[in-house]
């Protein structure tokens, strides 16, 4: 396949719009928006929908999206629509579901039209996720040493501590994370091409971006990164099932695993524990108890911010400085907004059959990812991606927040059409 060059995009442009545009539109942006304004995902991923599926109505551009998935997702949106009759707060239940359902639709007309673009197309969102990419670290870098980041840069070297500093670029988190998961499909390509050396300073200026960051999503992101590399060089039908099988079954046994977790003090003399940490397995012990209470059906969609005693509070005592004796108290809501792990939060709110229904779409998107047929550099990619936001969803966000739904729906879009460049065997038609 010919070599992807930024000056793809400007023979692209003479072409009538297509859905393409759209994609390439929201993968320049995606990056910088995600950094300085993340909420604002939502509305990009909205506008990006409406765009393509105007440009795609005639063509009917969500039947390219697999039907098996496309039962599935329905699934999942049926439930999550049914359990507002059980919730603790209905109203917001039965919003979240209709919420829910919408972002799935617009995702799948995305997905669908990604699937459907000729090799033009292809070459300029490759050349939007690439430029978008670039686009992002620079606004980080920047965003690293302006505005408040000043103030607490200098307030960390006159005293030697860090953590105000690393306080004040949290704000990037979201951001970090967005442009780390858009940059595997990029370095796949771009390897593939043989631009083994912008690959090689993308990717170590990337790890460098995810390393300054604060957030453990991107620490998560790198070793998956790295595992991918070495697990799924030779995809084939046995890997993917067993991709699958894996994910899925962390869909079913987590809560069995947080179940026996120890009492906050106890967890409270881990050294080697960092507090952040330390707070999310309080909430994942709270979580776990409130599951076994409604382990079939759970609270009802979105009810996490709801549940009955979420917003007591638990006083642990932590030795501050370690080895030196003294105890402070500190206080821990027992569960802030959301269990910061999608797997407990799909057990809490939509119960044992809302889980089933996740573990059946992660069994089969295992085999979608790094089945037989793949390329070395899809499955890599793929499989890095679909472990990756799995990972990542366990460990941070709300999986119902909508601009991490966005993101996802959007990341799944942008390696679905950067595919065939992967697998130059798939190359589509002009």
């Not at 994910?247 to 906050?264: E, K, N, R």
Request: proline letters at 5%.
């Amino acid at each position: 396949m010919t070599m992807l060059k930024f000056s793809d995009w400007r023979r692209a442009a003479a072409r009538p719009w297509d859905a393409s545009h759209g994609l390439a539109f929201a993968a320049l942006f995606a990056p910088g928006v995600g950094l300085w304004a993340p909420m604002g995902l939502s509305p990009l991923f909205a506008l990006t929908a409406l765009f393509v599926l105007v440009h795609g109505w005639r063509d009917k551009v969500w039947m390219a999206f697999p039907r098996s998935l496309s039962v599935i997702l329905a699934l999942i949106c049926g439930w999550a629509a049914l359990t507002s009759f059980w919730a603790v707060d209905p109203a917001r239940s039965m919003f979240s579901a209709a919420q829910l359902g919408l972002n799935t639709f617009a995702g799948v007309v995305l997905v669908g039209a990604a699937r459907r673009l000729d090799n033009q197309g292809i070459r300029r969102v490759g050349a939007a996720m690439l430029a978008g990419i670039v686009l992002g670290m620079v606004l980080f870098v920047v965003g690293l040493v302006s505005g408040r980041r000043i103030a607490a840069l200098l307030v960390s070297l006159e005293s030697g501590d860090s953590y105000p500093y690393r306080l004040a670029i949290q704000v990037f988190n979201r951001g970090v994370t967005v442009t780390g998961l858009m940059a595997v499909p990029v370095l796949a390509m771009l390897w593939v091409q043989g631009r083994r050396r912008a690959a090689s300073v993308a990717g170590l200026l990337g790890v460098a971006m995810m390393l300054a960051a604060k957030a453990l999503a991107t620490k998560v992101l790198l070793v998956i990164d790295v595992l991918a590399l070495v697990a799924f060089r030779r995809p084939s039908r046995s890997m993917g099932i067993g991709l699958g099988a894996f994910l899925a079954s962390l869909a079913i046994l987590v809560p069995l695993g947080t179940s026996m977790l120890p009492t906050p003090q106890v967890s409270a003399d881990w050294s080697f524990l960092p507090y952040s940490s330390h707070h999310r397995l309080t909430i994942w012990g709270f979580v776990t108890a409130r599951i076994q209470e409604r382990p079939v059906l759970g609270w009802g969609m979105d009810s996490a911010r709801a549940i009955p005693g979420g917003e007591d509070d638990q006083i642990v005592y932590f030795e501050y400085p370690r080895g030196s004796g003294n105890r402070l108290p500190v206080t821990e809501q027992k569960l802030p907004l959301h269990p910061h792990n999608a797997v407990l939060q799909w057990w809490l709110e939509l119960g044992g059959v809302g889980a089933l229904l996740f573990a059946v779409l992660l069994a089969r998107l295992g085999p979608l990812a790094v089945g037989a047929g793949r390329s070395t550099a899809l499955a890599v990619c793929a499989g890095a991606l679909v472990v990756g936001v799995t990972v990542i969803s366990s460990v941070s966000f709300g999986f119902w927040q909508s601009w991490w739904q966005c993101t996802m729906w959007l990341l799944a879009a942008w390696a679905t059409a950067l595919a065939p460049l992967l697998s130059p065997s798939q190359t589509r038609d002009e």
